[in-house]
């Protein structure tokens, strides 16, 4: 059987469950965790979360809409046409009845500022339901299709002779929408077993997570540090590139020490993310320490940088 320890619940996974950092948990079908409503977005509230997506941009649209209504209506009211000018009297209005709320300047400028807030909101959040829909009519999440980008990377990196096959896509987008979005709210399944399409089984993506966390220990890098890193967000004593340059994401990052030696895993340009190798004596009750750190602070092991590539016969040219 194909399944995946987690080493901080002390657990088995099921199929389509991840370990949340913030959460501290194992989740069944985890998409992502979401500080706005610091929770998981999962098997249990997919569907409720699209929703929210979808309903917070409505209600900006509205709350837009009254906005420029109100706007429109007070700025008639104040408006004073002459021959070659249009002049705006914001102390009061010509026309009666006078407003039950006062529309002086102040109001004026927070009801700007709130329309541009109404119409920044619809465009962020209506994006985000847009890429939560396209995943959702493939019966993927936003953990699994970057699970699948990185098995298509993999296969041609290289060169290998398979196709991988997402095993929970239906083949059809209402299919898979009924897999998220049910009348009763409650979604289909357990979230444990899952159908699948023909030619696969529950493990598919399980056995591909393991090929990619094997390819990933084949590819890392030993580091050694050289330069103490405090372990802050952006280190403004690490350069000016490094600080703009730092990875927006909740990932943390981690305090080095100079002798220390850092497994990288992945990296950017100035910026690499790996695991600390503890040693032996501190190993036994201290969970993984990674995260990311500037590629400035270390330099690699010349042991590592003879033994770079991979086996002979396991990778081909890309």
Known sequence: MYLQYCKVC??????????????NRCVMKMDHHCPWINNCCGYQNHASFTLFLLLAPLGCIHAAFIFVMTMYTQLYNRLSFGWNTVKIDMSAARRDPLPIIPFGLAAFAATLFALGLALGTTIAVGMLFFIQMKIILRNKTSIESWIEEKAKDRIQYYQLDEVFVFPYDMGSRWKNFKQVFTWSGVPKGDGLDWP????????????????????????????KVIEDYSGTCCPLNRGVKTF???????????????????????????????????????????????????????????????????????????
């Open 244 to 318: 703009f340059t730092s990875p927006c994401t909740e990932e943390p990052r981690i305090r080095l020490q100079k002798g220390e030696f850092i497994l990288a895993t992945r990296g950017l340009r100035y910026w690499l993310y790996g695991d600390k190798i503890l040693d032996d004596s501190i190993k036994e009750g201290v969970s993984r320490i990674r995260g990311w750190f500037p590629r400035n602070c270390v330099e690699k092991c010349p042991c590592d940088a003879e033994t770079d590539q991979a086996p002979e016969g396991e990778k081909k040219h890309r």
């Open 196 to 223: 699948i399409r023909e030619g696969c089984h529950q493990y598919s993506l399980t056995i591909e997570q393991l090929k990619q966390k094997a390819d990933k220990r084949v590819r890392s890098v030993q580091y």
């Open 10 to 23: 002390q657990a088995y996974k099921a199929p389509r469950s991840h370990h949340c950092r913030k959460c």
